[in-house]
């Protein structure tokens, strides 16, 4: 299916967009670059996860990982709203 050598690449690279993302949202200058940046972690820690339960095959950790999502969205929607003030 996926060989070893793609996991640990796809592993790295995200690890990279996750520091990537971290220095951003430590160095930015607004709330908005701050809100992104913790999204971005956010969901490269869910392909992350989503990585590692394809590495060990463990099939409940999908479960988890879709109810994480879910939370994620609307927590993003969330961060929008207060960062536009709450207008629609």
């Known amino acids: 299916m996926i060989t070893e050598i793609t ?3 796809a592993l790295v690279l ?3 967009a996750m520091l990537v993302a971290g220095v ?3 160095l930015g200058p607004r709330t908005s670059d701050r809100a ?3 999204d971005l972690i956010f969901f490269a820690m869910i392909g992350f996860i989503a990585l590692i339960g394809l590495r ?3 099939e409940a950790l999908f479960d ?3 109810i994480a999502t879910l939370l994620g969205f609307m927590a993003a929607i969330s961060m929008a ?3 536009s003030g709450g207008q629609r």
């Open 7 to 9: 996991l640990e690449l």
């Open 14 to 16: 995200l690890g990279a």
């Open 24 to 26: 951003r949202g430590f």
């Open 36 to 38: 992104v940046a913790s």
């Open 56 to 58: 060990i095959d463990i």
């Open 64 to 66: 988890i990982i879709l």
């Open 81 to 83: 709203r207060l960062g």
